[in-house]
């Protein structure tokens, strides 16, 4: 009888304390993602080890030798970025895949929908007009958007998992008629000349190997008098190329994030002009007095030690892809150059500005 009692709350110990481990010790989103279900996005299972490596020795090179080589690879190892962080940022992070100030009295979530609702109002979004999210995720700020403004939105993304993640996202939430979401390249966009009235893009075109060419395109599709919104990587004017540390961590937030070389923040406006947009603002969210956007990221350390002997369990027994375990791992990285990135003030991930079709520009783009 002993010997069952003992294995009795040996068994109790055990399910009690795997629960702790994984619910109570700062659980991860889940917000429709379990641990269980990571995968590769579009990648079988089996290739996510050899995808992380091709990936890993692209974004391993200086970033001037990136867009001077290979500038036009740069989409499809996006994409295969894209295919191997999208679980995990879900899992980890939620439906939206961006950073916001930190506002007192107000959960992530509630700050991370004000910094959403945000863009939707500097562009005017109402419920006559249709808007395009450039570089859409798995739609989290488009559902914000779509919901708080009444437009029509319609997404973009060079991933075709998100596509899949997104659509149903939407049709969860009740929103599939009023969001839609395409697949396709912002750099040569699938829409017509002068077919949006109003367009927004946070934390995506930092993606692109030259801005020009992004900007260009929603320049293109919106009609006249339009206005688009970027929230903008960018290093300050804090950031010096002289000090080692500093060139470090920016080096480590562009291996981490898909990144052909982050932007001086004092080239946004010159880039916006010169394809054609008035500049209505220009903005750095991150400064003061605003909220640090990374104390979320700095919050989570013990979270993902945790993730992380959740994610090599899971790879160990086959339920999750074996190189999710690198995956994982140069995520973890990535969070700590981006916290010094912040922390020292020499990167900001929410670089506002305001731009405006003018109201007598001819449809096509002058800079292409
Ligand atoms: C705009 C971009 C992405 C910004 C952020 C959404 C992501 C940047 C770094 C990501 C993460 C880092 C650490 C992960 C952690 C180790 C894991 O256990 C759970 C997920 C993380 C928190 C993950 C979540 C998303 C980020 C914060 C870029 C790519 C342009
Ligand atoms: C960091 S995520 C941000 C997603 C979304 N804006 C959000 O805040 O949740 C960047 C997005 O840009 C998209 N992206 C990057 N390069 C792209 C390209 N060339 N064409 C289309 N989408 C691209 C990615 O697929 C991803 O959806």
Redesign the pocket.
């Known amino acids: 009888m002993d010997s069952v009692a003992a294995l009795f709350c040996t068994g109790a110990l055990l399910v009690g304390g795997i629960y702790w481990f994984v619910c109570v010790l700062g659980p991860a989103e889940q917000k429709g993602k379990s641990a269980a279900s990571l995968s590769g996005g579009s990648i079988s299972s089996e290739k996510v080890g050899d995808k992380f490596k091709q990936y890993w020795s692209f974004f391993l090179r200086p970033p001037s030798e990136i867009r001077a080589k290979d500038k036009d690879t740069v989409?499809d190892f996006?994409d295969t970025f894209?295919n191997l962080v999208t679980d995990i940022y879900e899992w980890g992070w939620g439906q939206?895949?961006?950073f916001s100030p930190s506002v007192p009295g107000h959960s992530h979530a509630s700050a991370t929908r004000l910094h959403e609702v945000r863009a939707s109002d500097l562009i005017s979004a109402n419920p006559d007009h249709r808007i395009l999210?450039v570089?859409?995720?798995?739609g989290?700020?488009m559902r914000a958007i779509a919901s708080h403004s009444r437009s029509r939105v319609v997404g973009?993304?060079?991933?075709e998992y998100?596509v899949g993640r997104a659509r149903a996202h939407n049709r969860k939430a009740g929103l599939d008629s009023t969001c839609e979401v395409i697949r396709?390249?912002?750099?040569e966009m699938p829409f017509e000349d002068n077919s949006f009235d109003g367009a927004y893009?946070?934390?995506?075109t930092c993606?692109?190997p030259r801005l020009e060419d992004v900007y260009a395109e929603v320049f293109r599709v919106l009609k006249p008098g339009a206005k688009f919104v970027s929230y903008e990587w960018v290093t300050t004017d804090k950031y010096r190329a002289s000090d080692e540390e500093h060139v470090a961590v920016i080096r480590g937030i562009e291996q981490g994030d898909a990144l052909p070389g982050l932007r001086s923040y004092s080239d946004i406006a010159t880039v916006a002009r010169a394809v054609g947009f008035e500049v209505l603002k220009e903005e750095d969210l991150a400064a003061p007095p605003a909220g640090p956007w990374w104390t979320r990221l700095k919050m989570g350390r013990i979270a993902y030690w945790r993730n992380h002997v959740v994610i090599t369990v899971l790879a160990a027994i086959g339920i999750a892809p074996k190189g999710t375990v690198e995956v994982h791992e140069m995520l973890f990285k990535t969070a700590d150059f981006l916290t010094r990135g912040g922390q020292s003030g020499i990167f900001s991930p929410m670089h506002m500005i305001l731009l405006r079709k003018p109201s007598n520009a001819a449809s096509a783009s002058a800079s292409k």
């Open positions: 989409p996006v894209y939206s895949f961006h999210d570089g859409c995720g798995v989290g700020p973009i993304t060079i991933n998100q396709g390249n912002f750099l893009s946070i934390e995506a993606h692109a």
